[in-house]
T-cell receptor
Framework: GAGVSQSPSNKVTEKGKDVELRCDPI?????LYWYRQSLGQGLEFLIY????????KSGLPSDRFSAERTGGSVSTLTIQRTQQEDSAVYLC??????????????FGQGTRLTVV | QKEVEQNSGPLSVPEGAIASLNCTYS??????FFWYRQYSGKSPELIMS????GDKEDGRFTAQLNKASQYVSLLIRDSQPSDSATYLC???????????FGTGTLLAVQP
């Protein structure tokens, strides 16, 4: 597709349930990022994938959060045993870094997660 | 110290004025610097990138980078009410391309 695609756009789940959020990056982009944005707050880094390198998971807030990227393309962010504090907009971005210099990252429309 | 710091604002400027947005970063190894605009309820939208010291102009926008002072700024000339948004500064972390964002500055352009 032409841009970064995220699904679903909105997700309401009950506390304690697991959720999966999907990100389909721009074709050919080797870098993929996940961020979380709570209401009125900045972007909190969660995880970063770059090509075949081990992902940078330093931003994942707890072991309930995990992410994978299959075949260097689509990524899934999984939140297990959701809590109310997990309610936020989850944003995915992709870029095509060249020679170690980060080129522009483009965002999807986000998934608004509400835990009730 | 936060990795990327911005004044949260709000920064209020009259229509037609120059808006000046500032950002400092802590990692001297950072190589790439970006400004994003985020309207309420929308995703961040890239508006400028800068990789070397000095100024980079694109239309009404000018990005300025000073690596020695670890300082990035964005100037918006002839500000319009449609420029009212939160402006996010982003910096790549050291030798990696992990992109770290500041908390953003809310800009309000008064008609």
């Amino acid at each position: 597709g032409a841009g970064v695609s995220q699904s679903p756009s909105n997700k309401v789940t009950e506390k304690g349930k697991d959720v999966e959020l999907r990100c389909d990056p721009i074709s050919g982009h080797t870098a993929l990022y996940w961020y979380r944005q709570s209401l009125g707050q900045g972007l909190e880094f969660l995880i970063y994938f770059q090509g075949n390198s081990a992902p940078d998971k330093s931003g994942l807030p707890s072991d309930r959060f995990s992410a994978e990227r299959t075949g260097g393309s689509v990524s899934t962010l999984t939140i297990q045993r959701t809590q109310q504090e997990d309610s936020a907009v989850y944003l995915c971005a992709s870029s095509l870094p060249l020679r170690g210099v980060g080129t522009e990252a483009f965002f999807g429309q986000g998934t608004r997660l509400t835990v009730v | 110290q936060k990795e990327v710091e911005q004044n949260s604002g709000p920064l209020s400027v009259p229509e037609g004025a120059i808006a000046s947005l500032n950002c400092t970063y802590s990692d001297r190894g950072s190589q790439s610097f970006f400004w994003y605009r985020q309207y309420s309820g929308k995703s961040p939208e890239l508006i400028m990138s800068i990789y070397s010291n000095g100024d980079k102009e694109d239309g009404r926008f000018t990005a300025q980078l000073n690596k020695a002072s670890q300082y990035v700024s964005l100037l918006i000339r002839d500000s319009q009410p449609s420029d009212s948004a939160t402006y996010l500064c982003a910096v790549t972390a050291g030798a990696t391309n992990k992109l770290i964002f500041g908390t953003g500055t809310l800009l309000a352009v008064q008609p």
